[in-house]
């Protein structure tokens, strides 16, 4: 029989203890998973723009498999799978080394192409000056790099803050597993998933808070530079069209 919508239990759910914990579960899974992706991530994209074949080789066959393979398949041979050749995870570091080790993959491409965006003529000057290759990649490269490297990253972030919802089927208890819990015990299906999705919408728009002042932060210093270089061509370009309009009508005469 349909009963409806149910106000009160949707109300009462809004906030509650248990799922609040749950985001929490949500935020701190995505932070993790996004530091340690950030570190293996960096470590792939130094393996493959390293020039040695034995590096970056197996770097870019790590990335081809994890960017091609659906991460909830990986998570289900990390924690079902691995048992069967004598390795056991936790439920919480099967989730963290799952997330991590895709989340590695992707922001590998996202910093590797940052740091092509940087004109090579950057690298060479960096070498007449004197500067090995790890004070020109820490000086020089990744400072103009992260202009680029920045508004991915905080789109990855967003993107992981609800893909973190996969490692339910592993029985991470995050947000989405408490809700379903909750489902089984209440059975308020709609107003309890709708719920969860206000409180997904309610994390993502808090991080884009952020994102966007973080955005602001890197790319100040080229929207300076490029408002003097406009500023700059503007000028130039009306004095050219003063020469070639000639002197006033009044100095003519």
Request: glycine fraction near 10%; proline fraction near 4%.
């Amino acid at each position: 029989m349909n009963q409806g919508w149910n106000w009160d239990g949707f109300a009462s759910y809004l906030v509650s203890p248990y799922l609040i914990g749950g985001a929490f579960q949500t935020i701190w899974l995505t932070l993790a998973a996004i530091a340690g992706g950030l570190f293996l991530g960096t470590l792939l994209t130094l393996a493959r723009l390293s020039g040695a074949r034995w590096l970056s080789a197996p770097a870019a066959f790590y990335v081809w498999v994890f960017r091609g393979t659906p991460l909830l398949v990986q998570l289900i041979i990390l924690y079902t799978g691995l048992p069967q050749v004598g390795v056991r995870l936790p439920v919480v570091a099967a989730a963290l080394v799952g997330l991590i080790l895709n989340e590695g993959a992707y922001l590998s491409e996202i910093i590797r192409g940052g740091i092509a965006s940087v004109p090579r003529g950057q690298t060479n000057a960096a070498k007449a000056l004197g500067l090995n290759a790890f004070q020109t990649m820490r000086q020089i490269v990744f400072p103009q790099a992260m202009r680029l490297i920045v508004p991915s990253l905080g789109n990855s972030v967003n993107s992981l803050l609800k893909t973190t919802s996969i490692t339910s089927v592993i029985s991470m208890e995050e947000l989405l597993r408490r809700t379903q819990e909750l489902i089984q015990e209440r059975f308020m299906v709609l107003e309890l998933f709708v719920v969860a999705a206000l409180y997904y919408l309610l994390i993502t728009t808090v991080w884009d808070f952020f994102q966007r002042r973080i955005e602001a932060h890197y790319g100040r210093g080229y929207v300076a530079h490029g408002a003097a270089s406009a500023g700059w061509r503007e000028r130039w370009l009306n004095r050219g069209a003063r020469r070639r309009a000639g002197p006033p009508a009044a100095q003519r005469h």
